[in-house]
Each structure stands twice: as C-alpha cells, then as structure tokens.
C-alpha cells in the first residue's frame, strides 16, 4: 500500500475539517458527512468483507445520521446520539450478513470489523460539535473556551500529521521510535497551550495522544503488503480522521 497517498488522505482531510471548523457547524457537517461517506464506502474492500456495496451503503447512512447529530442535540452533551446511530448501523449490517449466509465464522468476523468502522466514522461527529461549540459561545468566558476549542482542533490536526509523517522518514530506526513520535506530539501540544486558550496539561495530553496513535497506525501499516488500490488508500489515510474529531471534542470541552 502507499502509505504517502495514505497520508496525503489524511493531511487533506484534517486541513477540511480544520476550515470547516471556522467556518460553522453546518459546513464541519458537510465535510465529515463526504468523508465518512467515502470511508464508508472504501472500509470494505481493506477489510475484504461479503456484500460490500449493501454494507457501504447501510455504513454511510448510519454515519451521516451520526455526523449531522450534534447539530440538533442539546449543548451540554452534543454526542448523545451518535451511539444510537452507530447501534442502528451495527444492527443492519449484521442483518445483511444474516441474510447473506457466508458462515459463522466470517459473519462474526465481517460484523467485527465493520462495527470498528461505524465506531470510527460515527466519532467525526466530534468536529461538527467543536464547530458548534465555537458559533454558540458569545460571553467573554465561553469565547475563552471557544478558544480552546479552536486550540485543540489545531493541536490534533498537527499532532496527527506530524505523527503520520515520522514513520515515512529515513532512516528507519529513528521513523520506528515511539520514544519520537510521542515527543514531537508534547512538542506541539505545549506549542499550542502556550499560544491558544487550551490549558497547556490538555495540550500535552491530546499532542502525545494523537501523535502517538496516528504514527502507530502508520507504521503497522507498513508492515502489511497489501493492495495499493484507491479505496484501500482513501480508507487507510481517513481511518483516524473521526476518532480525531471525538478527541478535539473532549479535549475543548473537558480542559
């Protein structure tokens, strides 16, 4: 697989979301909702499942439903929906594979996976909800923590980049150190603390976090030889786009 079109999916995804995020939840809804459509859609064919194209189908729905959800949720849990959708489209995916009939074995299996997909689509709806968090707030206070919104959704998007990029550089021992990848995450976590509203403990938590787990990620990939078609590298580089979304959510809400 091409790991540089996979983090070149995934650079491109991350700078949408991040203008998408300063432009209103309704465009950050927009722009997750393309994405997990095309993840949904390429997810399938990485994990080699039956009926691909009636599962994509009942994924994308489910994940639009989840993505758009905090738009009309209350303000102080903006995420409450997002379980029941993806629990909408676990359910119908294992109908699917029930009526498919392709064995027990692979049913669990197919339903493993694609749940893991759902989960990772589904938690984008974390950027429509730090977009909404920074168009409701207007006091002098909340425009502080709409602020630190701003501040974590910028420290995940570098974080990740910079994460993903470690692993493709040469020479290979100093792109497979984690010791390195988790570095440069508390580098740039304590860059934006100091610069933004983010407290600077929030900053360093969601810098190593996010470095470390989008450089992971990476690097395993390399270990697989597996085919470098389009799909496989649009649902590799959007893999940890959503999951980034639920953890700028919390990371400017909790902070």
Do not use: N
């Not at 997990?36 to 994924?59: D, M, N």
């Not at 409450?80 to 993806?86: D, E, F, I, K, T």
């Not at 040469?170 to 988790?182: A, E, G, K, L, N």
């Not at 860059?191 to 938590?205: H, I, K, M, R, Y």
């Amino acid at each position: 697989m091409k790991l540089s079109g996979a983090v070149l999916v995934l650079a491109v995804g991350l700078a949408a979301l991040v203008g998408s995020v300063w432009a209103g939840p309704w465009a950050a809804a927009a722009v997750m909702s393309a994405a997990a459509v095309v993840f949904c859609y390429a997810w399938p064919y990485l994990l080699g499942v039956p009926a691909k194209r009636t599962i994509s189908t009942v994924g994308a729905l489910s994940s639009v439903l989840a993505v758009t959800s905090p738009l009309y949720a209350p303000p102080d849990v903006m995420l409450r929906y997002v379980p029941v959708y993806v629990g909408f489209g676990v359910a119908a995916s294992f109908v699917v594979q029930l009526l498919r009939g392709t064995g027990q074995v692979r049913r669990m299996e197919s339903l493993i996976g694609l749940s893991a997909g759902l989960l990772l689509a589904g938690s984008g709806a974390g950027w429509v909800a730090v977009a909404r968090i920074a168009r409701d707030f207007t006091s002098q206070d909340i425009i502080q923590q709409a602020s630190r919104g701003q501040g974590a959704v910028i420290c995940v998007a570098v974080s990740a980049v910079v994460g993903a990029v470690i692993p493709l550089i040469q020479p290979r021992m100093f792109s497979s150190t984690p010791i390195v990848i988790v570095c440069v995450g508390l580098f740039f976590g304590a860059l934006v603390g100091l610069t933004t509203e983010l407290p600077l403990p929030s900053g360093l938590a969601l810098g190593s976090v996010t470095g470390a787990l989008v450089g992971s990620l990476v690097a395993l990939s390399r270990q697989y030889d597996l085919v470098p078609a389009k799909r496989v590298v649009a649902a590799s580089g959007l893999s940890a786009v959503g999951i980034l979304g639920a953890m700028a959510y919390f990371g400017a809400t909790f902070a």
